[in-house]
């Protein structure tokens, strides 16, 4: 009998009393491992017990009730879960060789599980209960609740497993996969040893969205896997389309690596397929995947931005999983492509993609919505910084803003160096012609508010304004890393047909800008200068004697226009000058006078003191109209219903009225009719035969006829 034996070996420390004989001990006291690891390397943390041994050796009974703090025992997963501080109860008797297990409890906030049973190396028999109110621990993203039930029997060489549980809202930190895991999932598995073989019967997962299963064999060499699996509906993953995607194949893994054969098919035109080999330690593949689909599905990936139309692939992956690794082809055909920062759409998209040597070479063809044709080809590196060497050309290409332009353009640009920054964008821009319009009213109302703050601001608003790039993010860029602007060297060139219109100004340009600078900051320079022109207020034509429109480091231009006219022996000018979507428009005259005095002499040839109260209400309207609230006139709608490049209706000295009407024929040819009240005709033709000569004609219905050449240079 012993009233007390205290043991203390490394961090092991035993306080016991009791009774100890060969025939049968009974002992009781309190045991202490300050460190676990002292049972080797990968155990930790440390174990308080309350504990008793009655019996012999190999007829005996344990029992052990206490606290572990921070256990380890080298598995991460069941480490996160078995952390802090836990409760622990144990009950096991020896028989023989069978340890039977009448208990086994483990407890803390993390992991509630208990097994009962018995193990003997000739069969064992052992079932297990676990509850995780949340995985959380297992891993960052995770989240959601696990209960499950383990039943083991036999031994490694003849011996069975099974699983089953239920796991509600799971979360493993992917946004999709979260949809697919979303609701109570159950799961059930079982599986057969036989001679060192494990055997999987069955391994399964469903919930409302997803069905996966999995059955194959698992030896020393090899691990062969049968998979299917069935998706209810991808809207989950891509919110565009809808219907089940199903999934099937091998995998077989042994020394070699892993070898895969699957197939994939569902809405969207989904039909693909992946087979070959993977390297062991994922280090390299040799995969060929071939398969065509709907380009939406990439959707998800693009943000505000929207490609749709139908793609095929006949791809091969050879070498380290990356990019430079793929060869191969991929195409669209059909497609159509937005994005919110385009100034227009494209329609009916057809692109190759030719992979290889650590590059794509890409050949696109498309139409944009708003006319014309557009031809992207040349290469694109696969690696960082994606090394481009692109050519772009326009043809007959429209952009417009309904309150400021529209133009159609020719374009040869050239795309050449990092796409991640830094490239270089050159080229030509040919203007074919260009309606630029003077607005009614100027824009400075509309535009931002300097310290404006929203203030409740609802979701939805805060959704638009940050689709608007409206939101301060806290850096110059609104962007965390933004990569280099790529540099630019453009030269637009309009010889003509840049028509300047709006508040009574229909005037026509030519000449070229240069933009240089970056797409973060572009810098334009260059000129357009009036080739013909004019202002109509109420009928009253002026010539105008002065038209430019130059852009200097602004892609908003400025205008400055003068118009002239001599009458009652005052000469009065009408000037249009300032910024194109805000001008300012005053008037001077020689002799100095009034600026209504001057509108007056402009109008009616004759002083303030001296019209009309029916022209006075003539001049308020004119003043209407060069403020900006006259619209465009029914003289200019008429020129647009007809297709014409001028429209113009004027009086002569006498009073009589004429009609005159101007095209474009050719890209250096304009002609022109002009017929009188009378019915008299005549035919003008302007043929630009280089940049600074002209021919000009005329035939008229009385059989009078003329011609001339122009040389024109500015000094």
Known sequence: FLRKLNVAAQQLTANLSGSLASDGSDLKGKLRFGDLSALGAKYGGSLTADASFSGTPSQGRITLDGIGTDLKIGQQQVDAVIGGQSTLSVAVSLRDKRLEIEKAVISNPQINADAVGFYDPVGSDITANIALPNIAPLGPGYAGSLRAKAHAAGTLTAGRVTVSGVASNLAVGNTSANRVLAGESTLEAAANFRDGKLEIEKATIENPQLRASATGTVTENQRRVQLEARLANIALLVPDFSGPVTVSGSAVESSDGLALDLKGTGPGGIDATVSGRIAPGFRSADLDIKGSAQAALADVFLGQRAISGQTQFDLRLNGPLALSSLSGTAKLSNGRFSAPRLPFGLQGIAATATLGGSAARINVQAAPTTGGELTVAGSIGLTSPNQADLRVDLRGVTVKDPDLYEVTLNAGLTVQGPLTGGAQIGGEVRVSQAELRVPTTGFSAVG?????????????????????????????????????????????????????????????????????????????????????????????????TTATLSLQGDLIPTINIVATNQGDGVTTSVIVEGRADDPKISFTSSPDLPQEEVLAHLLFDRGLDRISAFQAAQLASAVATLAGKGGEGIVSKLRKGFGLDDLDIGTDAAGNVSVKAGK??????????????????????????????????????DGEAGIGVFVEKDY
């Open 448 to 544: 931002s508010l300097p310290g404006l703050k929203h203030r409740n601001e609802s979701a939805p608003v805060r959704n638009t304004r940050a689709k608007a790039g409206l939101l301060d993010s806290g850096n110059a860029s609104g962007r965390a890393n933004p990569a280099r602007p790529f540099g630019l060297d453009i030269a637009i060139n309009a010889p003509s047909r840049v028509f300047l219109r709006g508040r009574g100004i229909d005037a026509e340009l030519g000449g070229s800008v240069t933009l240089r600078g970056t797409t973060d900051t572009v810098i334009p320079s260059g000129s357009f200068e009036l080739i013909r022109g004019r202002i109509d207020i109420l009928g009253k034509r002026l010539v105008l």
């Open 664 to 701: 474009y024929i050719s890209k250096r040819v304009y002609t022109e009719v002009e017929v009188d009240q009378a019915g008299r005709s005549k035919i003008n033709l302007n043929l630009d035969l280089k940049k600074n000569v002209t021919v000009r004609g005329s035939v008229g219905a």
